[in-house]
C-alpha cells in the first residue's frame, strides 16, 4: 500500500495545477524523504544538489577538454534498442567501446543509415578498413576498437573490474523496464535489484576503476505521467512517479547523487525515444498512421515530448566531449512538444501516406476506454506530457541535431 500522503493514483487537473505552479515548494504530490513507495522498498532521501556538489566531491578534477577517445567506452545494455545504435554512433566518432550484453554472441550493432553513417565516419575517420559504410559488427571487432562482452550480474559478488579496467566513462543504459504497479513480490524485488542497487554498485566499482564519467540513462518516469499546459516537466519539478519502474529509477537517480567520491555524474531522464527499429507503442501508432484508416483522434489536444535516438546519441557526445559541464541532472527532448495528430501527420507524411484523422470528441473516447478498462492507453495517446529540455542546452551549449520529420523519414 502506499505511505500515508502519497497519491499514486491520477490527480484532479487542479491539484495538477497547482503542484507544478510551486515547483521548488512542497505539496501533496510531491514525495516526502524516504518514502515507502508502492513497489516495496524505500527511495531513501534526496541526494545533495548535483548540479553543485558533484564537481566538489569527485576524485577526478575534468576540464572542459574530453579525454582521448582511445580509452574505451562502457555501454551497458548494449544490446537494446538505444545500446545498438549508441554504440554504432560512438565508434563512427571515433570512440572505442565495450559494448556489455547479456548475449555476447547474437550482438549486433543498430542498421546504419549511408550518408548519415558516412558524415559521422568521414569526419573522425573511423570507417574500418575494407569495411562498407559504417561497418559491420564484425569489421569494428577485428579494428580492435569494439570489444563486446558478457554482462557479470547484478549480484554483490558480480566482478567489474575486468570491463572497466582503463575504461574513461560508463554508460548505463541496462535495466528492466516496465514492471506494472501490481507486480507480484518477486518481480519488484527483481526490479529493485536490477534497476536501483545494479547502477549504485557499477557507479561505486567505476569510482575504484578510476573511471571518470558516469552517464546514467534515467526515464521521464522518474519525474511523472504528466505536464499541465503551459508547464512541461522541469528538473526541479517535484518528482510524481506513478508506477513501480518509475519510482525504481527516481530511487537509482537517489543513490547516484549521494556517492561522494568518484566518477562525474551525468542523469539524463529522456521521453519515449525512437528510431529505426523501435517497437511497442510507437511501432503500434507509426503502422496505425500509415495504414490509410480513419483515426478517432482529430479532435485530441495535447502536448507530447519525444526523442529520437540520433538525438539522444548527439547529446551523450556532448557529455563526454565537455566533462567538466555535464555533472547534474538532465531533462532530454527533441524540443517543442507535438499532439497526438501532429504526430500522425507527421508519421503519415514521412512514410508519403495521407493521414486520415476523424473529429470525434475527446470526452466520448474517454468514456468508452474506461468501460474497456483501457485507460491507462487512452492517456498516453490523449493525455499531455512535456519535457522542457533547456538546462541540458544551455549548460551543454547543444541543441537537437535532427528533428522530428527528418528522424521519423529515417524510419521508412
Given at each position: 500500500m502506499p505511505a500515508p500522503g502519497l497519491h499514486t493514483g491520477a490527480a484532479h487537473p487542479r491539484e495538477r495545477a497547482q503542484a507544478m505552479d510551486n515547483p521548488a515548494g512542497t505539496n501533496a504530490r510531491a514525495l516526502p524523504e524516504n518514502t515507502q513507495n508502492p513497489c516495496g522498498a524505500r527511495l531513501g532521501r534526496p541526494g545533495a544538489n548535483i548540479q553543485s556538489s558533484a564537481m566538489e566531491n569527485c576524485n577526478v578534477c575534468p576540464s572542459d577538454t574530453a579525454p582521448s577517445t582511445s580509452a574505451p567506452i562502457v555501454v551497458t545494455g548494449a544490446g537494446g534498442f538505444i545500446g545498438q545504435h549508441l554504440v554504432r554512433q560512438l565508434l563512427e566518432a571515433g570512440y572505442s567501446v565495450r559494448a556489455v550484453t547479456r548475449n555476447p554472441a547474437t550482438f549486433r550493432l543498430s542498421p546504419s543509415s549511408p550518408k548519415e553513417s558516412e558524415a559521422r565516419s568521414s569526419k573522425a575517420g573511423t570507417t574500418p578498413t575494407g569495411a562498407g559504410h559504417g561497418g559491420s559488427t564484425e569489421d569494428w571487432i577485428r579494428s580492435q576498437r569494439l570489444q563486446v562482452l558478457a554482462h557479470p550480474g547484478v549480484g554483490p559478488d558480480a566482478d567489474w573490474q575486468p570491463v572497466l579496467a582503463g575504461a574513461r566513462a560508463v554508460i548505463h543504459g541496462a535495466g528492466i523496464a516496465h514492471v506494472p504497479l501490481d507486480a507480484n513480490r518477486d518481480s519488484q524485488r527483481q526490479l529493485w535489484r536490477v534497476n536501483v542497487r545494479a547502477p549504485h554498485r557499477l557507479a561505486r566499482d567505476a569510482a575504484r576503476a578510476g573511471v571518470a564519467q558516469f552517464i546514467f540513462l534515467s526515464s521521464i518516469k522518474a519525474a511523472g505521467e504528466w505536464s499541465v499546459p503551459g508547464h512541461p516537466l522541469r528538473e526541479d519539478d517535484p518528482p510524481r512517479p506513478e508506477d513501480c519502474y518509475g519510482f525504481a529509477k527516481l530511487a537509482a537517480e537517489r543513490h547516484l547523487q549521494r556517492l561522494k567520491h568518484g566518477p562525474i555524474i551525468t542523469i539524463l531522464r529522456p521521453p519515449l525515444v525512437y528510431g529505426p527499429g523501435v517497437k511497442a507503442n510507437f511501432a503500434a501508432l507509426q503502422k496505425l498512421a500509415t495504414s490509410g484508416l480513419p483515426l478517432p483522434l482529430g479532435s485530441v489536444d495535447n502536448q507530447r515530448?519525444?526523442?529520437?535516438?540520433?538525438?539522444?546519441?548527439?547529446?551523450?557526445?556532448?557529455?563526454?566531449?565537455?566533462?567538466?559541464?555535464?555533472?547534474?541532472?538532465?531533462?532530454?527532448?527533441?524540443?517543442?512538444?507535438?499532439?497526438?495528430?501532429?504526430?500522425?501527420?507527421?508519421?503519415?507524411?514521412?512514410?508519403?501516406?495521407p493521414a486520415r484523422l476523424l473529429p470525434i470528441p475527446p470526452a466520448l473516447l474517454a468514456g468508452l476506454a474506461r468501460l474497456a478498462g483501457k485507460s491507462g492507453i487512452w492517456q498516453r495517446l490523449?493525455?499531455?506530457?512535456?519535457?522542457?529540455?533547456?538546462?541540458?542546452?544551455q549548460q551543454l551549449g547543444w541543441k537537437p541535431p535532427v528533428d522530428a520529420p527528418t528522424a521519423l523519414k529515417r524510419m521508412q
Open positions: 515530448s519525444f526523442l529520437a535516438i540520433d538525438n539522444l546519441c548527439s547529446a551523450i557526445m556532448a557529455i563526454l566531449e565537455n566533462p567538466g559541464r555535464a555533472a547534474g541532472l538532465f531533462h532530454l527532448s527533441d524540443g517543442p512538444a507535438l499532439s497526438t495528430p501532429a504526430l500522425i501527420r507527421a508519421m503519415a507524411q514521412a512514410a508519403g501516406k490523449a493525455g499531455s506530457l512535456a519535457v522542457d529540455n533547456q538546462r541540458f542546452c
